[in-house]
């Protein structure tokens, strides 16, 4: 059923693509974390971008929420929600980007749902119309990077020199920081020096830099200003 849906989009799986699929939009950062891994693993894919505003009928069959990503395995079938996406693909690859202690794989897991508390203040940020409800969101958005602060104790990554799923969560999420930074004139780390190093190292590794095209702040500035928030009436 889902190769008969997208083959009628001329998307379908051919003999020489590989086997799984990233159903995805260009500046979802809950698709990012699914490419972080899936480059991490070295596993093949390939990635489809679609226009959320106008989504394919085939989408809509294999979408339940009606979001991305949802991925895409020849002969078994769709999965859907970025987080869990990212738990299969670490459960069927050999080695695993969680930590081996249980206790600490939980702390991973919260602190990945934190993150995810973060990007929906985000999407508050440029959403909202007047600049009080815009203050409210700044102010949330800095006790929560506080709170991320006081939990960071080792380098360069969350839990020290391995990279883990939690850190493909977080790398999206800062990147949001590069265009809101240019556009509020704010540094939104200057007194966060272990978080300041954590962005940094995520912003350096050679997956996460290539999770987005080279023409993400571009699409994410003109995204921003098509919100027609706040934040874009401080927009040139």
């Not at 974390?33 to 989408?59: C, H, M, Y």
């Not at 069927?92 to 202690?101: E, G, I, R, T, Y």
């Not at 780390?189 to 997956?207: E, H, T, Y």
């Amino acid at each position: 059923m889902f190769n008969e849906q997208i083959e009628s989009n001329n998307q379908n799986f051919d003999n020489h693509e590989p086997d799984i699929k990233l159903i995805s939009h260009a500046l979802c950062p809950y698709v990012q974390r699914s490419v972080i891994l899936l480059s991490e693993q070295k596993t093949p894919f390939k990635r489809v971008d679609i226009d959320l505003a106008n989504k394919p009928g085939w989408f809509k069959e294999i979408s339940p929420l009606g979001k991305v990503p949802i991925l895409l395995i020849e002969t078994k079938g769709s999965v859907f929600e970025s987080q869990v996406i990212c738990e299969y693909l670490d459960e069927v690859n050999a080695s695993s980007l969680h930590p081996d202690n249980a206790f600490e794989k939980a702390h991973h897991r919260a602190w990945i749902e934190f993150g995810s508390g973060i990007l929906a203040n985000i999407a508050g940020l440029y959403s909202v119309k007047d600049k009080d409800s815009f203050n409210q969101s700044l102010d949330t958005i800095e006790k929560k990077l506080n709170q991320l602060e006081q939990e960071l104790f080792h380098a360069p990554y969350f839990s020290g020199d391995k990279f883990h799923i939690i850190d493909a969560v977080y790398g999206p999420i800062f990147r949001y920081f590069d265009t809101l930074e240019q556009i509020l004139a704010f540094n939104f780390f200057a007194n966060k020096p272990k978080l300041k190093a954590w962005r940094l190292a995520l912003s350096q590794r050679p997956s996460v830099q290539e999770a987005v095209a080279n023409d993400y702040p571009v699409k994410l500035a003109a995204f921003l200003k098509a919100r027609q928030g706040y934040l874009a009436s401080m927009m040139p």
